[in-house]
């Protein structure tokens, strides 16, 4: 068998029993070969592209926490009912015993179950 490290590559790929007729010296080379084609596949898979021409998708920005008092506003409730539920609504964080921060999307999906 002769000829370029990719070549050999084909040749090994479309007939994997003539592995044994790769001269010994280009050995190294179709493994540099292999080790270049795994990194191109590797990076394409990290990068998000599906092979279907699509963009990959951004990722989500992180959800803004609201004040119990914004949350209170928001939702026309007093400001008790957040600190009374603050163990069954997703997303909410005690900062401290009087202070409570709630996550926007979550507290808008526990409203609407709520109203369900």
Same mark, same amino acid.
């Given at each position: 068998?002769?000829?370029?490290? $990719?070549? &050999?590559? @084909?040749?090994?790929?479309?007939?994997?029993? #003539?592995?044994?007729?790769?001269?010994? /010296?280009?050995?190294? /080379?179709?493994?540099?070969?292999?080790?270049?084609?795994?990194?191109?596949?590797?990076? @394409? &898979?990290?990068?998000?592209?599906?092979?279907?021409?699509?963009?990959?998708?951004?990722?989500?920005?992180?959800?803004?926490? &609201?004040?119990?008092?914004?949350?209170?506003? &928001? +939702?026309?409730?007093?400001?008790?009912?957040?600190?009374? !539920?603050?163990?069954?609504?997703?997303?909410? @964080?005690?900062?401290? #015993?009087?202070?409570? $921060?709630?996550?926007?999307?979550?507290?808008? !999906? +526990?409203?609407?179950? @709520?109203?369900?």
């Amino acid at each position: 068998m002769n000829g370029t490290p $990719r070549d &050999l590559l @084909r040749a090994v790929i479309d007939a994997p029993a #003539r592995v044994a007729e790769i001269p010994a /010296a280009d050995v190294p /080379a179709i493994l540099g070969t292999l080790a270049e084609l795994q990194a191109t596949l590797t990076l @394409r &898979l990290m990068s998000g592209a599906h092979g279907n021409g699509a963009e990959p998708e951004a990722p989500a920005e992180p959800e803004a926490f &609201l004040t119990v008092q914004e949350a209170a506003d &928001l +939702y026309r409730v007093p400001p008790h009912f957040f600190y009374r !539920r603050a163990k069954s609504i997703p997303g909410a @964080r005690r900062l401290s #015993r009087k202070c409570l $921060r709630l996550e926007a999307g979550a507290l808008r !999906r +526990y409203m609407a179950k @709520r109203k369900a």
